[in-house]
């Protein structure tokens, strides 16, 4: 009979945490927990969770000095009696002395399918090189750099809209967190495989910590920028150099990449980017960088110092009106989000509170997101976070979303059309094309005769829609679906299409004119 497992938890971040809540569900007896030292007076949520279970914690800021393992730490470790080690997040070298000292040895959750993709960076170059798959492995932990015998592996497709935050929030977060616990059973159980692995396919990659690591190669094909770009969004973000025309140069980070296809733009600048043999381009939805293949990749957001932008307002001055007065409703608003903030910094929020310089993480940024959707039932993103990463920056994006959902007016969106005469009554209908928010005429303005059946009279001359125009509905739609209606909550939603109803039901009579004369034309 397996012996009962004594469970040494080694590592960080709410990945860490969930791993031993998990754990803890399963009734496992984890007998201490070892993470980082606090930063300033927030402590790490791994910690915050074992002291919530009274399970003791030791916070280490180093296990070992040139190379040899602490005396002191090593004792607290040994005083625990662990028979198992579970190393789910760890950034710390651990030795040999800790990584054997269990009896049952130290088992690791890697982000990559292994043996490819060994080191710290394993999901964003899972990204940059293009894989067609994403995936996890749990490890038997050895001397080598994650090189250990598998005792599980699971993968997944990587999605054409996949960055580094969404592949890890989408599968390699819950199913890691699951597998965890499943590859502990198997330990329990005694049942655990022991797969050494090949070193056929074996890849050692750089650290993307580093920053000369994080500059894009924009001498390469559109493909592999906007796979570099994606490997590191929503950090740190891909660097590029802009020269600008007084011969400086300004380092600024690239966001929300994907590969361009909607045709010609309307350019409202362009960018001289070093490395890049032609100009990037300024346009209404973003920058447009040519690959060496011809091919284009947007860039929705640049991020210059601190401050994030909308690549498209890259030559806007600050000039939009600011707001500056709240209502009680809101200010009372505002100090529920201070303590939105306060929960997860786990310190005092000034105006000039910014979120990451604070401390706050990848993860922190989803907590704040669903904690703020929770609260106000806005539209939010990852993205308003980095748009706005100081509380009273933050603060007024919130009001913003507040009140664009709460206002009533309606928006007229101007067309070219006739007046349409039937059943005694007089209708507008437009005659142009729909896309991307407007009425506009189809390519070369080729237009398509819509006749009376009953009298063969001419009705009106419509837009007749060419592949490009087609092409352009299409990626618009495309940028909809995964832009402002991915923001959307479900509630909002609902009430959208609530409002819709209510327009078809007021306009019912004038819609069945139209049907009437347009299903026999």
């Given at each position: ?76 470790y040994k005083s625990v009696k662990a028979t198992l080690n579970v190393l789910p997040f ?163 980070r690239l966001f929300g990449a994907h590969i361009y296809s909607a045709g010609p733009v ?161 209708i507008p209908v437009p005659t142009q094309l729909f896309i991307n928010g407007e009425f ?82």
């Amino acid at each position: 009979m397996a012996q009962p497992l004594r469970i040494a938890i080694i590592g960080q971040s709410n990945f860490a945490a969930d791993v031993l809540e998990l754990i803890l569900e399963k009734k496992y007896n984890v007998v201490g927990v070892f993470t980082i030292p606090d930063k300033g007076s927030r402590e790490d949520i791994l910690a915050t969770t074992a002291a919530r279970h009274n399970i003791p914690v030791f916070k280490f800021a180093s296990w070992r000095k040139k190379g040899v393992a602490l005396p002191d730490v090593l004792e607290q470790y040994k005083s625990v009696k662990a028979t198992l080690n579970v190393l789910p997040f760890c950034s710390q070298f651990i030795p040999m002395e800790v990584i054997d000292g269990a009896d049952l040895g130290s088992i690791c959750y890697h982000p990559s399918i292994l043996p490819r993709h060994r080191g710290a960076s394993a999901i964003q170059w899972t990204l940059i090189e293009g894989d067609e798959d994403a995936g996890f492995t749990i490890f038997w932990a050895d001397d080598g750099l994650d090189t250990g015998p598998i005792l599980l592996q699971k993968q997944a497709p990587v999605e054409p809209t996949d960055t580094l935050d969404t592949i890890y929030k989408r599968f390699l977060y819950p199913e890691g967190v699951k597998s965890m616990g499943v590859a502990v059973d198997l330990v329990a159980a005694g049942t655990a495989p022991k797969i050494t692995q090949t070193e056929i396919g074996a890849t050692y990659d750089p650290a993307m910590f580093k920053e000369e690591n994080q500059f894009v190669d924009l001498h390469q094909p559109a493909r592999n920028i906007f796979n570099f770009v994606r490997g590191l969004d929503s950090q740190p973000g891909a660097l590029a150099v802009v020269l600008n025309s007084n011969g400086s140069e300004e380092k600024v980070r690239l966001f929300g990449a994907h590969i361009y296809s909607a045709g010609p733009v309307k350019q409202l600048g362009s960018l001289q980017l070093k490395g890049l043999k032609t100009l990037a381009y300024i346009h209404q939805d973003g920058l447009l960088i040519q690959g060496t293949d011809g091919n284009f990749v947007n860039v929705r957001r640049i991020k210059k110092g601190s401050k994030m932008i909308n690549a498209a307002d890259w030559f806007k001055q600050s000039d939009q009106p600011q707001i500056t007065e709240f209502s009680e409703d809101e200010l009372l608003k505002k100090e529920i989000l201070r303590g939105v903030w306060n929960s997860i910094l786990k310190a005092p929020i000034e105006a000039e509170t910014d979120f990451f310089a604070a401390g706050a993480g990848s993860m922190d940024v989803v907590r704040l997101v669903e904690e703020c959707k929770d609260a106000f039932d806005v539209p939010l993103e990852n993205e308003h976070v980095f748009m706005a990463p100081v509380f009273e920056e933050f603060f007024v994006e919130i009001v913003k979303n507040l009140r664009q959902g709460s206002s009533a007016s309606g928006v007229e969106v101007p067309f070219e059309g006739f007046v349409m005469r039937a059943n005694k009554r007089e209708i507008p209908v437009p005659t142009q094309l729909f896309i991307n928010g407007e009425f506009i005429d189809a390519e070369g303005k080729k237009t398509l005769d819509i006749i009376n059946p009953t009298n063969e009279e001419l009705i009106c001359k419509v837009a007749c829609a060419s592949r490009s125009d087609v092409d352009k509905a299409v990626q618009a739609a495309h940028n909809a679906f995964y832009g402002s209606w991915k923001q959307v909550s479900a509630r909002q939603r609902g009430q959208l299409m609530l409002k819709l109803a209510d327009l078809m039901e007021q306009y019912k009579e004038d819609l069945a004119t139209i049907e009437s004369v347009d299903s026999g034309a």
